[in-house]
């Protein structure tokens, strides 16, 4: 019976404190006017206030709080946020931990990753999939197969018209309740595109030429470049479907982008944009779908660090390698501790493919279980050497992709050797990545 009591007082102080929260909030909407609506988890308190005149917000205005505790609402947020100024919008999660919060500048990302697309869909028939089950769909960025130019790559890039859009499709596309064309697709949030000052793009000389094709060499490119005036191309590096071209003066850089981008090479329709420069204080550099840490960017073949140029455009993948004896620091976020097991803990078998990236710090692991998520067969690993001017047998390895779904195979080999199995596979594993 003590029990039973306890019970029903405590249902009882819930009700009490419910009801006190309801008071709390209903006389806070009428001394402020704004509205308030719950829908999907999560609770909005204005959006746009009263009296509001004009579009929302621009880009920036957003902060992310986190760690709020549980038995703190909206009556208690508001006046401690309008401190610092006008709310426009308040959205309130409905499930929260922690003691402490913490206040950083929102991630505005207005950009979801889509994986696992059928390779023969175009991007009309993707922009029209994402617009029957997800609102404020903007457009949809595709890229066509390095190999095969009629197909996609596998995935897709969502833009939506604002970071809330973009979060609110991300919901509802997470469960998997949304099958087009009878596949199961994977969503994430992606890299948002680095922003980089005008000032510094102001000096840019460099074009960033992208949808190649493999067999293009890098001398094509460069007469194809210097065809609408003779000369004005310093050097081209390509990396598989796309490339780098370096000009002399800025003023040819940008004449040759409006008048290359949409040109064919080889039959491939390019596409041309001005280089993004990399922060040169920033120990990693973000590349395609993957991070390369700058002891391997040379190894690799990226730009020098006097070019500072680059061109984010994919899905995150944090990548750690070790080349020639030196171990590059990894991203932050990756925890690499060990942990006591006491007597009594349960251990659960699990399968590697049901983590998450973050808990990867290798590429060769990486790389296998980006294969086993995209329905290919395990990477192979075939390991060649060759022997140095002073006697020392350098190695290197080549790696078979096959896909499953298309019977198709690819070959990537980095161009360079390395000294030991451990960093030759690593090499092998982190060039793929970024090739694929």
């Not at 991070?291 to 006097?306: A, D, R, T, V, Y």
């Amino acid at each position: 019976m003590h029990e039973e009591n306890k019970a029903a007082a405590n249902g009882c102080s819930k009700i009490r404190r419910g009801a006190q929260n309801g008071a709390a909030l209903l006389a806070l909407m009428e001394k402020t006017g704004y509205s308030m609506v719950q829908q999907n988890g999560q609770r909005k308190f204005g959006g746009p206030p009263p009296g509001w005149e004009g579009p929302p917000p621009p880009r920036g205005c957003e902060v992310f709080v986190g760690k709020i505790p549980r038995d703190m609402y909206e009556d208690e947020l508001v006046p401690v946020f309008e401190r610092a100024g006008k709310i426009y919008e308040l959205r309130l999660m409905m499930e929260f931990s922690g003691k402490f919060i913490g206040v950083c500048v929102s991630l505005d990302n207005c950009r979801l990753f889509i994986g696992a697309i059928p390779k023969d869909k175009k991007k009309e028939e993707i922009l029209n999939e994402m617009k029957k089950v997800t609102e404020g769909v903007v457009d949809v960025i595709v890229y066509p197969n390095a190999t095969d130019k009629t197909k996609n790559r596998g995935f897709a890039f969502v833009e939506y018209e604002s970071h809330r859009a973009a979060a609110m499709a991300r919901r509802r596309l997470i469960p998997g309740t949304f099958q087009p064309w009878g596949h199961t697709i994977q969503v994430d949030w992606a890299d948002p595109e680095k922003v980089v000052d005008e000032e510094t793009m102001q000096r840019v000389k460099v074009l960033y030429v992208r949808n190649l094709m493999i067999s293009t060499t890098e001398d094509k490119i460069k007469a194809e470049f210097n065809k609408f005036k003779p000369g004005v191309v310093e050097r081209v590096k390509k990396l598989r479907d796309y490339a780098f071209v370096h000009f002399f003066h800025r003023e040819d850089a940008v004449a040759a982008m409006s008048v290359m981008n949409g040109k064919c090479i080889d039959g491939a329709s390019i596409e041309v944009t001005l280089a993004k420069p990399v922060n040169k204080e920033s120990s990693w550099k973000q590349h395609f779908n993957g991070q390369i840490s700058p002891s391997s960017e040379n190894l690799l073949g990226f730009p020098n660090k006097e070019d500072g140029t680059q061109k984010s455009l994919g899905k995150p993948a944090s990548l750690s390698i070790r080349l020639n004896g030196q171990h590059s620091p990894g991203p932050p976020e990756v925890e690499r501790s060990t942990y006591p097991i006491f007597p009594g803990i349960k251990l659960t078998p699990i399968s590697m493919y049901s983590l998450k990236l973050s808990h990867f710090s290798s590429a060769v692991m990486h790389l296998d279980y980006f294969c086993h998520k995209n329905s290919w067969a395990p990477p192979e690993y075939c390991l060649y050497s060759t022997t140095s001017q002073d006697g020392k047998i350098l190695l290197v390895y080549k790696v078979l992709i096959s896909s499953i779904a298309d019977d198709s195979q690819s070959y990537f080999m980095p161009e360079k050797l390395c000294t030991t199995v451990e960093d030759a596979k690593e090499l092998a594993a982190q060039f793929t990545l970024l090739h694929l």
